[in-house]
T-cell receptor, first 110, second 115 residues
Framework: KNEVEQSPQNLTAQEGEFITINCSYS?????LHWLQQHPGGGIVSLFM???GKKKHGRLIATINIQEKHSSLHITASHPRDSAVYIC????????????FGTGTSLTVIP | KAGVTQTPRYLIKTRGQQVTLSCSPI?????VSWYQQTPGQGLQFLFE???????NKGNFPGRFSGRQFSNSRSEMNVSTLELGDSALYLC??????????????FGPGTRLLVL
């Protein structure tokens, strides 16, 4: 069964803290995406991963294909990072459709 | 380049009515996917269109349908609206449908409230 699990569901951090959000999936994937959704609904794709690690500014995303696990890290968190972060995967046994995690609601307090 | 646009942004309907939502992809993008987002179920895939053909369909009843025009603009239609159809409907576009490694670009969404 194609499943995506994300943790934690909610996260509150002090400004400057290092943050980790985790995503696990059930079967083989062709790609994993990390998405960011701000209040109001707009979604931005942060990273697309099929292996290894990617970095963009203070954001780092890693994936371990053997363990079927990915993490999104935010270094030196800032209140503007407050958003919902969503893990989305494309499984190799399905078409092009995304399967989504439940999202992690992050609040960074000044 | 202009981003993905969706119209209308907000919509209120009553049970039993039907609704049509529109999505204009980024210029040059030929694939459009639709998603439903609710507090209870999160984000769920509805369908994907590429070159006017439906390529994939999620697990939604037949009341949900869509189409894509020759200019890649897409519409989705929900007939006989139910209260549970209240949601944020998002569309996303990408250049092609064949590459699973491709990034999708999301529109701002249409927030539908069914009373």
């Amino acid at each position: 069964k194609n499943e995506v699990e994300q943790s934690p569901q909610n996260l509150t951090a002090q400004e400057g803290e290092f943050i980790t959000i985790n995503c696990s999936y059930s079967v083989g994937i062709s790609a994993l995406h990390w998405l960011q959704q701000h209040p109001g609904g707009g979604i931005v794709s942060l990273f697309m991963l099929s292996s290894g690690k990617k970095k963009h500014g203070r954001l780092i995303a890693t994936i371990n294909i053997q363990e079927k696990h990915s993490s999104l890290h935010i270094t030196a968190s800032h209140p503007r990072d407050s958003a919902v972060y969503i893990c989305a995967v494309r499984f190799t046994n399905t078409g092009n459709q995304f399967y989504f995690g439940t999202g992690t609601s992050l609040t960074v307090i000044p | 380049k202009a981003g993905v646009t969706q119209t209308p942004r907000y919509l209120i309907k009553t049970r039993g009515q039907q609704v049509t939502l529109s999505c204009s992809p980024i210029s040059g993008h030929r694939s459009v996917s639709w998603y439903q987002q609710t507090p209870g179920q999160g984000l769920q895939f509805l369908f994907e269109y590429f070159s006017e053909t439906q390529r994939n369909k999620g697990n939604f009843p037949g009341r949900f349908s869509g189409r894509q025009f020759s200019n890649s603009r897409s519409e989705m239609n929900v007939s006989t609206l139910e209260l549970g159809d209240s949601a944020l409907y998002l569309c996303a576009s990408s250049l092609t449908s064949g590459s699973r490694q491709e990034t999708q670009y999301f529109g701002p969404g249409t927030r539908l409230l069914v009373l």
